[in-house]
């Protein structure tokens, strides 16, 4: 029970039939060459069809069965000349011809068409190739077609990704992508070679993620100096002061894929929705502690810590390494993680070299 | 907020300084306690268990009804050598 492709399979029909009764076919060839169906189906195997009586039209899915004569049951009608099955009783003779109907083609080929910086409601049967690096003023919504069948494909192709604006994918209204209700966003895409496509499942209602190309975003950040200036014990501070008042320290990025990364406040800040984050954190300080007290390093969203390292030092003149990894819970866009730091006694500093690593967990 | 650990993974070493350093990573590989720097492997020990269970910063804190396991101390590090205490 296969599907069927082949070239030059065409007969006449030995019937005319109703709307809902199967060609039967002779089986034999029409004339100029063209093969019978029996001479490529077995019984059970499928095929699509274009049948005309030089009048009528239509075309479908039709499942064959051998037999004296060999039927070919009308399965599904995709398209026709008067919208529905065709009754083929009061006209001329009906030749039956083995196609790939245009719009099965459309799906498997996904034609190609430039994404452009515009909201866009999608076609069916598209790869939107979009280049987004001039992308100059906001966010774009692409929106799936409304009017889609079963089977109908939708992708879309960051040929160059931005660092300040995001391509939103959504279903149409009243439709859901991935269960996720029209109008609400799937996710986003904004880096460099992610491929997205999307499959119509039912008419005009439900669309799956069919191929999942997202890249998670990675940054890893790391100091090329100690922080300064007057920290008091106990408190915590994040190297660049954006929590805390001392002096800053640099970030730079080793890493930054997504650009979700940023050197000026040492924060991951999420650009889509996600699952939750991957982060690690390390630090030494700048100076010694002396004997019982402690130094630490969190990750934290601002309110919750989710990474912890603290480390006691005996004796003086010690120097602690401190290193936590961990998971952060799913964030909304917007949200945030960052490294921030505590020691137990003032003044003693961050060293350059601490470490901010975090990788997205996808949605 | 009141938290489930159910393991935590001790580990001693002696540095190459001759001091020693104890870690405690809680169930959740989240959170780390530790102490290093100490001359005494025992007082690593205390110090590092001192830090999880006695800190005052919630953030490392155990509570009430937390449950764990501690596994015992998992290998002394001497100087590039490695044995089971």
Same mark, same amino acid.
């Given at each position: ?363 | ?30 959170? /780390? *306690?530790?102490?290093?720097? =100490? ?5 690593? +020990?205390?110090?590092?268990?001192? #830090?999880?269970?006695?800190?005052? /910063? *919630?953030?490392?804190?155990? =509570? ?5 396991? +501690?596994?015992?101390?998992?290998? #002394? ?9």
């Amino acid at each position: 029970m296969a599907h069927i492709v082949a070239d030059w399979i065409k007969e006449t029909a030995s019937n005319k039939p109703d709307g809902s009764t199967a060609f039967n076919l002779p089986d034999t060839g029409y004339t100029g060459g063209y093969g019978s169906f029996d001479s490529v189906l077995a019984t059970g195997d499928t095929c699509f069809y274009t049948a005309t009586n030089t009048v009528a039209r239509e075309t479908g899915l039709g499942t064959f069965t051998a037999g004296s004569p060999d039927t070919l049951t009308r399965t599904t009608i995709l398209s026709s000349s008067t919208g529905s099955a065709i009754d083929w009783s009061s006209g001329g003779d009906v030749t039956v011809e083995l196609v790939d109907p245009a719009r099965q083609v459309g799906q498997s080929w996904l034609a190609h068409v430039a994404g452009t910086d515009a909201d866009t409601t999608m076609v069916a049967n598209h790869m939107y190739v979009v280049d987004m690096s001039a992308w100059a003023t906001a966010d774009r919504t692409y929106t799936l077609p409304a009017a889609a069948v079963a089977g109908d494909r939708v992708g879309i192709m960051v040929t160059a990704g931005d660092a300040s604006h995001e391509l939103i994918i959504t279903a149409n209204t009243g439709d859901t992508l991935n269960g996720i209700s029209g109008g609400t966003e799937w996710s986003r895409l904004f880096i460099t070679g992610e491929v997205v496509i999307m499959r119509c499942t039912a008419d005009a209602a439900t669309w799956i993620v069919e191929y999942d190309g997202r890249i998670p975003c990675f940054m890893m950040l790391r100091t090329t100096n100690a922080t300064s200036g007057t920290q008091t014990g106990g408190t915590f501070y994040a190297p660049t002061a954006t929590t805390g008042s001392h002096g800053a320290a640099t970030w730079t990025a080793e890493v930054n894929i997504g650009s979700a990364g940023t050197t000026a406040d040492g924060r991951f800040t999420a650009r889509r929705a996600n699952n939750g984050l991957i982060v690690t954190a390390k630090g030494t300080t700048a100076n010694a502690l002396t004997d019982g007290n402690y130094a630490a390093v969190f990750a934290w969203n601002g309110t919750t810590s989710y990474v912890t390292s603290q480390i006691s030092v005996g004796g003086t003149a010690v120097v602690p390494n401190f290193a936590g990894a961990g998971t952060f819970p799913p964030q909304a866009v917007g949200a945030y993680a960052e490294l921030i730091y505590r020691t137990q006694e003032s003044n003693k500093y961050l060293a350059g070299g601490a470490f901010f690593g975090v990788k997205e967990i996808l949605n | 907020m009141s938290r489930k650990i159910t393991r935590l993974r001790f580990e001693v070493a002696k540095q190459r300084d001759g001091r020693w350093y104890c870690s405690i990573n809680f169930g959740n590989g989240a959170t /780390f *306690a530790g102490a290093t720097g =100490y001359n005494r492997r025992r007082n690593a +020990i205390q110090s590092a268990r001192s #830090v999880m269970e006695h800190s005052q /910063f *919630a953030e490392l804190r155990l =509570y009430d009804g937390d449950e764990f396991t +501690i596994l015992e101390p998992a290998a #002394v590090i001497d100087t590039g050598s490695v044995r089971y205490p």
